[in-house]
């Protein structure tokens, strides 16, 4: 068996017993890399050199039977939205383009804390907003199973690599769904953690309330080493719970007995592809054979969760993102062209006697202002700043941004009262399997609607889980699994469970065949 056939805690087992090298396995993914990356798109960054660099020291510290960290000598790849030092980290977008920050992101500091072998940065969706990573500034992110079809987003790339065997673990961001949505559409498992349970110091923030680190990697026993290495505590964000993290990995077998699952009635309503129902029915089927209890369960206000998300995530977004201005942070435009063309502009109105026209002509920082931002975000990160200032605005912000806070605890009490009387939610991540690259661009509603069964998870700030539990036409299919605020435990407990009774998780893309 080659180390591409094996998750990360058997490659764990392989570096530990001396029978391959950090090196080794590090070279492994970067031809991985080298031979499919070209047309997968997962990667912005690849720090080779780094790379093999960190691996070098790490095996040198083994031979010298020093002490490891629980990830010693794993690859991993980063999403482009937590900061890497004297790496790029931009976001998916022109106005980070150039950006190399001063520090780490402490989920960053912990990979190197737990002697993980930091391999690049994955593309995504600009700023994390989309559903198809095709926002990417830079290029679309093609899903590993059908290379016209896109791998999801925001964290695309992030799902899309680990799908084709590039790395085992990878590092993502979830505000709306962007962990699981794309885990869902590359068949891979992915982890949104509590809100708190995972540092956002250094994640560069879309909307602070919702984003939240977590985890994607082809098994749950995977995610629960990953989670381990980076959940905790951090002074550093006033939004970390102190409260301190389980031992995921130690507990991932024990079982589960007397299982409660809470099958969401609104997430089997119209809309919903068959082929999705019925995959997520037959999982439901394996837990029942393996002794849960399974029953029907109502979140009546999640049907508001997509209104509400997208009233309060582009209001959040609205705000972090007004500091990228061309002169605190971020692109800027060419000021001498802009200085050219306003005077171009004062020439012709000068000429024409246009007084109304020259009171209204800008000052040259607030055009420098508008162009910089005109130029360096792109389109969907417009619309959604204009939807947030929107919202926020004078005359507006009862109707839209207040109401939604108040239907967003609606939709957490409905969480409270569902987990009252079960153990965890089950139901499907996605209301369909991948669509098209470019079929959705050009219809930003059905496009939002792809967060249908996630959002409502981030404005609660519970647990959520996809699992691959199906496939259609070939593209795999996603069971979501939630669970109360700081259960990760048992969310991947019974991920594990399920994945102990089905393969479907060790399905591979027929594109690594050609490895």
Same mark, same amino acid.
């Given at each position: 068996?080659?180390?591409?056939?094996?998750?990360?805690?058997?490659?764990?087992?392989?570096?530990?017993?001396?029978? #391959? #090298?950090?090196?080794?396995?590090?070279?492994?993914?970067? *031809?991985?890399?080298?031979?499919?990356?070209?047309?997968?798109?997962?990667?912005?960054?690849?720090?080779?050199?780094?790379?093999?660099?960190?691996?070098?020291?790490?095996?040198?510290?083994?031979?010298? /039977?020093?002490?490891?960290?629980?990830?010693?000598?794993?690859? !991993?790849?980063?999403?482009? !939205?937590?900061?890497?030092?004297?790496?790029? #980290? #931009? +976001?998916?977008?022109?106005?980070?383009e150039h950006f190399r920050p001063p520090y780490n992101a402490t989920v960053v500091d912990r990979l190197h804390t737990a002697?993980?072998?930091?391999?690049?940065?994955?593309?995504?969706?600009?700023?994390?907003? /989309?559903?198809?990573?095709?926002?990417?500034?830079?290029?679309?992110?093609?899903?590993?199973?059908?290379?016209?079809?896109?791998?999801?987003?925001?964290? /695309?790339?992030? *799902?899309?690599?680990?799908?084709?065997?590039?790395?085992?673990?990878?590092? /993502?961001?979830?505000?709306?769904?962007?962990?699981? $949505?794309?885990?869902?559409? +590359?068949?891979?498992?992915?982890?949104?953690?509590? %809100?708190?349970? !995972?540092?956002? %110091?250094?994640? !560069?923030?879309? *909307?602070?309330?919702?984003? $939240?680190?977590?985890?994607?990697?082809?098994? *749950?026993e995977d995610v629960a080493l990953l989670l381990g290495a980076v959940a905790g505590h951090d002074p550093r964000d006033s939004t970390s719970a102190n409260r301190p993290a389980d031992e995921y990995l130690a507990q991932i077998a024990q079982p589960l007995t007397g299982l409660r699952l809470g099958v969401v009635r609104e997430h089997f309503a119209e809309g919903l592809d068959p082929a999705v129902q019925r995959s997520v029915r037959e999982a439901l089927t394996v837990y029942k054979s393996l002794g849960a209890q399974v029953s029907e369960i109502s979140l009546p206000h999640s049907k508001y969760a997509v209104a509400t998300y997208y009233v309060i995530a582009p209001s959040e977004a609205s705000s972090n993102l007004a500091r990228y201005d061309g002169v605190h942070y971020g692109y800027r435009t060419d000021e001498q062209a802009m200085l050219t063309e306003l005077e171009s502009q004062r020439a012709r109105l000068e000429a024409a006697g246009d007084e109304q026209g020259l009171a209204e002509l800008d000052s040259a920082l607030v055009r420098m202002y508008r162009r910089s931002r005109a130029e360096g975000f792109g389109p969907e990160v417009k619309r959604r700043i204009m939807l947030g200032t929107y919202a926020l605005s004078a005359g507006y912000y009862d109707a839209y941004y207040l109401k939604a806070l108040k239907v967003r605890r609606l939709i957490r009490q409905d969480y409270d009262a569902a987990f009252r009387d079960v153990d965890l939610l089950v139901g499907p991540v996605s209301p369909t399997p991948a669509f098209r690259l470019g079929e959705l661009t050009d219809d930003p509603l059905s496009m939002y609607l792809v967060d249908l069964y996630t959002a409502s998870a981030n404005l609660a700030g519970v647990a959520g889980l996809s699992l691959p539990c199906g496939q259609s036409n070939g593209l795999p299919i996603g069971l979501q699994l939630q669970a109360p605020p700081f259960a990760e435990a048992r969310l991947l407990r019974a991920a594990h469970m399920f994945q102990q009774a089905t393969d479907w998780h060790a399905q591979r893309p027929a594109l690594c065949s050609s490895s």
């Open positions: 068996m080659s180390l591409f056939d094996l998750t990360a805690c058997e490659q764990l087992a392989e570096l530990a017993s001396g029978r #391959t #090298t950090s090196v080794e396995l590090t070279q492994a993914c970067l *031809a991985q890399i080298d031979a499919h990356d070209s047309q997968v798109g997962a990667f912005l960054h690849v720090d080779r050199a780094g790379a093999l660099a960190a691996a070098e020291r790490i095996d040198a510290r083994r031979q010298a /039977g020093q002490a490891l960290g629980q990830l010693a000598g794993l690859p !991993v790849a980063v999403k482009d !939205v937590l900061c890497t030092q004297g790496m790029p #980290t #931009t +976001c998916g977008s022109r106005m980070l002697d993980a072998v930091l391999i690049g940065k994955t593309n995504m969706d600009e700023f994390a907003m /989309g559903g198809s990573t095709e926002n990417s500034a830079f290029q679309a992110t093609h899903n590993p199973w059908a290379l016209d079809h896109t791998a999801g987003g925001s964290s /695309g790339g992030a *799902a899309a690599c680990v799908a084709a065997g590039m790395v085992n673990l990878s590092i /993502g961001s979830d505000t709306g769904g962007s962990i699981r $949505q794309p885990a869902a559409h +590359c068949g891979v498992t992915g982890l949104k953690p509590s %809100y708190g349970r !995972v540092s956002r %110091y250094g994640l !560069v923030a879309f *909307a602070s309330s919702l984003d $939240q680190v977590g985890p994607l990697a082809r098994t *749950a």
